[in-house]
């Protein structure tokens, strides 16, 4: 029979980690899982809004948290997990491998949306990218285009800014979206980005690689790179496979982090909070953490 842990945490985002801090203060015996240590937030270019840290990467600051959590003796194996089975405790099957826990905390965010357009898939790898701090670097000199009006899209294009030589700024409506003035102030300073409203990419076309795309007025632009930044939607795979309440796909918990089945909390950009930050996402984690450990010393296995 395997290990069964005391609790099992499945993402290693700032959520994740933040509740893997707290379950290791309260001495219980708890893993981490997640696909991408440091989540989502570890590709962003710069993180500005996070307390005592007023312009730092993302990956620094998750990795600043990652190394907390290992400083206080946490284990966290770099998995995906396939399913959660609810019996008499939990079963979490991985690609690699099975774990038993007694509680669980999802802590698995969200995913990039797709634009779903003609060229997208074909090209992605070969000029359509979901992430700019990775791959901003491979179009020194060349034209891009950002789709998105958002936080994530700004930034994006003001990291492609340093390196490419044209940045066109491609957004549905006829302004950006809850953009923060800090970023439209040094927005409307960069000089090499271009915003374009009231129109979106259709199509991305070209043979070995992108040569352009083509707009819904008609008209056609001639790019090297297009990096998707429309949105974000929850991960729905482990609330439809435990059964959890939802609301528009986010997972419904209460103040305790607590969802609809015994024994299993969720945490961070999955639930259905109204600020999805970082900052509230390390709250709900320490506040999952923290009723985990409450109920396993009522003795509520």
């Not at 399913?83 to 965010?109: D, H, M, P, S, W």
């Not at 609809?260 to 999955?270: K, S």
Request: charged share 25%.
């Amino acid at each position: 029979m395997k290990k069964k842990y005391d609790l099992i945490i499945v993402g290693s985002g700032p959520a994740g980690l933040t509740a893997g801090i707290y379950a290791a203060r309260y001495n219980l015996d708890f893993l981490i899982i997640g696909k991408i240590n440091g989540g989502a937030i570890s590709e962003a270019y710069k993180v500005c809004n996070y307390p005592s840290q007023n312009n730092i990467s993302g990956f620094e600051l998750t990795q600043n948290i990652i190394n907390h959590v290992k400083e206080l003796g946490g284990e966290i194996k770099q998995e995906e997990v396939i399913k959660v089975i609810n019996e008499n405790g939990f079963f979490v099957q991985t690609n690699k491998e099975q774990y038993r826990t007694k509680k669980i905390i999802l802590a698995t965010g969200r995913e990039k949306q797709e634009l779903n357009i003609k060229g997208e898939k074909e090209f992605l790898g070969k000029g359509v990218s979901y992430c700019a701090t990775c791959d901003a670097a491979f179009y020194k000199n060349k034209i891009v285009a950002v789709a998105g009006g958002g936080n994530a899209a700004i930034t994006a294009a003001l990291l492609l800014a340093e390196h490419a030589k044209k940045v066109y700024v491609i957004y549905r409506k006829d302004k950006f979206f809850r953009v923060d003035p800090i970023w439209l102030k040094q927005l409307e300073k960069e000089k090499k980005i271009k915003s374009i409203f009231n129109l979106n990419i259709i199509e991305i076309y070209g043979e070995n690689s992108i040569k352009g795309i083509k707009l819904d007025n008609g008209d056609n632009l001639n790019v090297n790179g297009v990096f998707v930044e429309i949105g974000f939607k929850p991960d729905k795979k482990l609330s439809k496979n435990l059964n959890l309440k939802t609301e528009e796909g986010y997972i419904i918990a209460d103040n305790q982090q607590k969802t609809n089945e015994e024994g299993i909390f969720a945490a961070g950009d999955l639930t259905n909070n109204y600020l999805k930050q970082i900052i509230t996402a390390c709250s709900e984690g320490a506040i999952a953490a923290t009723a985990v450990y409450e109920e396993l010393k009522l003795g509520k296995n």
